[in-house]
């Protein structure tokens, strides 16, 4: 399984951004999925997921700016990030559980300018 992220970028704060994360060699379903972020000297934390039953969690401090979406058709998993803070600025990183373990993609630097 592979997986792309892209849509990361440089943007002000208060701005927006869509990351999109696909896959290939396998597919999202409706499997546990997440979008995770990290910046140096920090722990991958997760900020957005869908758990195996569907339902979905967020960060706190992300709770009313991010949502997470998928498209199971165009095997696609999603982070709409609004209101951006220049805390938000990290490497995202989506991941799926399938075939027993996690799979990670590549990253995508977001940074959000004050």
């Known amino acids: 399984v592979q997986l792309q992220a892209s849509g990361g970028g440089l943007v002000q704060a208060g701005g927006s951004l869509r990351l999109s994360c696909s896959a290939s060699g396998g597919t999202f379903g409706y499997r546990a999925a997440g979008w995770y972020r990290q910046t140096p000297g920090k722990q991958r934390e997760l900020v957005a997921g869908?758990?195996?039953?569907?339902?979905?969690n967020y960060a706190d401090s992300v709770k009313g700016r991010f949502t997470i979406s998928r498209d199971i058709r165009a095997n696609t998993m999603y982070l709409q990030m609004n209101s951006l803070k220049p805390e938000d600025t990290a490497v995202y990183y989506c991941?799926?559980?399938?075939?027993?373990?996690?799979?990670w993609g590549q990253g995508t630097l977001v940074t959000v300018s004050s």
């Open positions: 869908f758990r195996a039953d569907r339902t979905t």
């Open positions: 991941k799926i559980f399938h075939l027993g373990r996690d799979w």
